[in-house]
């Protein structure tokens, strides 16, 4: 147990190490761009868009603070709004799709994939997702009441404190990262060395394989739902270095668990929004199996990937 235990550690701190090298830049330059005009310009940008997909001009800010930042970001601003049960649940869903485009492009970036390729397709799908609820739901037209949500919005004035804010705030999301990924990379050694990883594969691989991914992708694929894609990077690296997955499958994988990933935290989110969940929930599992079910089978036709090409580990990208 102790071999366990200690070649657990081992992986989960190089893996952190490794995703800390793109998260921690990152992190550091975004936040700093909240502090500029940035947010602003991109959002007065953005308005025309809202009023095709049913969203009032300001719910840009939102949309654009979660895309740039995070959810909690984007759920700070729609506490601002005056919303229909139904633009929320427009908004919930689109910021669930496309939050924190920059730094979870780039996990996808680490582990081989096209960083503008993910950023353009969780964009693409949170505005076509947003245009077909506003469409085709005809409900939620009660006025959304809010519950009680903090809503600290950090005041932070001069160069010096906003580089500090900004280091600060990228040191504590690497300092999350490292208390999330080691303790799942030695949960998954003990599981594989103990032979309970079989068992897991077997249980969650009929989800895989419906998405049209091959057994050996199945830890990745729950790491991300459950825990999200910086989260479950970790596990993704790993698995991708330990058992060769195909670039297909990764690619497969990881288009799922952009539209739908680490959907209990980011689901209970939502509750305080007065939003009905359950539909949060499903929309989004619903979008994620479609579109990676379609991309599956044009692959699959026309042959864009090369056949057997695996993902090979490169450090020296970053």
């Given at each position: 147990m102790v071999t366990t235990l200690r070649k657990g550690l081992d992986v989960g701190l190089k893996t952190s190490w490794s995703l800390s090298k793109v998260i921690f830049p990152i992190t550091f330059f975004v936040t700093i761009l909240q502090f500029t005009p940035f947010i602003n310009t991109l959002g007065n940008l953005l308005s025309p868009l809202m009023n095709i997909i049913g969203?009032?001009?300001?719910?840009?800010?939102?949309?654009?603070?979660?895309?740039?930042?995070?959810?909690?970001?984007?759920?700070g601003a729609i506490l601002s709004l005056t919303l229909t049960v139904k633009q929320a649940l427009i908004i919930a869903v689109m910021i669930s799709i496309s939050h924190n485009l920059i730094v979870e492009s780039s996990v996808g970036a680490k582990v081989g994939l096209n960083f503008w390729m993910l950023l353009m397709y969780r964009i693409v799908m949170a505005i076509v997702t947003g245009w077909l609820i506003n469409v085709f739901w005809m409900g939620g037209q009660e006025k959304a009441v809010f519950g009680f949500i903090s809503n600290s919005e950090a005041v932070?004035?001069?160069y010096s404190n906003i580089i500090f804010y900004s280091f600060k705030t990228a040191f504590l999301g690497i300092f999350q990262l490292?208390?999330?990924?080691?303790?799942?990379?030695?949960?998954?050694?003990?599981?594989?060395?103990t032979g309970w990883i079989k068992h897991f594969v077997k249980i969650f691989y009929p989800f895989v394989k419906i998405i049209g991914a091959n057994r050996n992708s199945t830890m990745t694929f729950v790491a991300g739902m459950i825990f999200g894609l910086a989260y479950g990077a970790g596990v993704m690296l790993q698995e991708a270095n330990e058992n060769k997955i195909q670039k297909k499958d990764l690619l497969l994988v990881f288009l799922f668990l952009s539209t739908c990933h680490a959907i209990i935290e980011d689901t209970l989110l939502f509750i305080p929004?007065?939003?009905?969940?359950l539909y949060l929930l499903l929309i989004r599992i619903f979008v994620a199996l479609i579109s990676t079910i379609l991309i599956s089978l044009f692959i699959n036709l026309k042959g864009k990937l090369v056949k057997g090409e695996v993902y090979e580990n490169n450090n020296s990208a970053f």
């Open positions: 969203l009032p001009a300001e719910a840009s800010f939102a949309i654009v603070l979660a895309s740039v930042l995070n959810l909690y970001a984007g759920i932070v004035e001069g490292i208390i999330f990924v080691v303790p799942i990379m030695i949960l998954i050694q003990i599981m594989k060395d929004l007065g939003i009905p969940i």
